[in-house]
């Protein structure tokens, strides 16, 4: 059961412009999520997070917002640069959640960033 | 300040062949976490240990199995392997157990084939 939806496989964007990466979530007990970036070949590398006692939190050129009423948060990263290319990862956990203190992910999102 | 290291990066096994993959956490961290994810696929929890204890599993059967020895670094042990045993597996380390609020570091992780 995938209680983490990346529903866009793939996104393509110019450098430059703002990239705009979705994720909605089903469990209403995760209180915290994650946002990390994976190349090929390296493990995941953490980006960003956010707790449900917020709804934004930046750091430089990234940007997540949590849509809690909607169980929807997103990755804004504005400029988008062509080293931002990688697969980024949306991630849950919730102490009170059937996965306690797990992170469940999302299956990814492509990014590519075009010069 | 060595980040979480994993070994080996890659290995092949066979069928029904027993093998032990290692993990040294960030340093100053005292928890591991164990993932696995299969091409296509976000990463899946396995177990988490502390206090050289598995606090947490998933949804995995006995075959997985795990150590934390006093240094902190852990094992992950998988017996009679089967093909689908094939995918990365990443260990992830914390302070602590609690993932709300805690920055979870991966490492570069560990490819096993099971041909």
């Known amino acids: 059961d995938q209680q983490v939806k990346q529903n866009s496989p793939s996104l393509s964007v110019q450098e430059g412009r703002i990239s705009i990466l979705n994720c909605d979530y089903t469990?209403?007990?995760?209180?915290?999520f994650l946002w990390y970036k994976k190349y090929p070949a390296e493990g995941p590398t953490f980006l960003i997070s956010?707790?449900?006692?917020?709804d934004k939190n930046e750091d430089g050129r990234f940007t997540v917002f949590l849509n809690k009423s909607a169980k929807h948060l997103s990755l804004h990263i504005v400029p988008s640069q062509p080293g931002d290319s990688a697969v980024y990862f949306c991630?849950?956990?919730?102490?009170?959640?059937?996965?306690?203190?797990?992170?469940?992910f999302g299956k990814g999102t492509s990014l590519l960033v075009t010069p | 300040d060595a980040g979480v290291t994993q070994s080996p990066t890659h290995l092949i096994k066979t069928r029904g062949q027993q093998v032990t993959l290692r993990c040294s956490p960030k340093?100053?961290?005292?928890?591991v976490s164990w993932y696995q994810q299969a091409l296509g696929q976000g990463p899946q929890f396995i177990f988490q240990?502390?206090?050289?204890?598995?606090?947490q599993r998933g949804n995995f059967p006995d075959r997985f199995s795990g150590h934390q020895f006093p240094n902190y670094s852990s094992e992950l042990n998988v017996n009679a392997l089967l093909l689908g045993d094939s995918a990365l597996y990443l260990c992830a380390s914390s302070l602590g157990v609690r993932s709300s609020g805690n920055t979870i570091y991966f490492g570069e992780g560990s490819w096993l084939t099971v041909v």
């Open positions: 956010i707790s449900s006692i917020k």
């Open positions: 469990n209403s007990m995760f209180d915290y």
């Open positions: 991630a849950a956990s919730g102490e009170g959640s059937n996965s306690g203190y797990a992170l469940n």
């Open positions: 340093s100053g961290h005292d928890t």
């Open positions: 240990y502390y206090e050289e204890e598995e606090r």
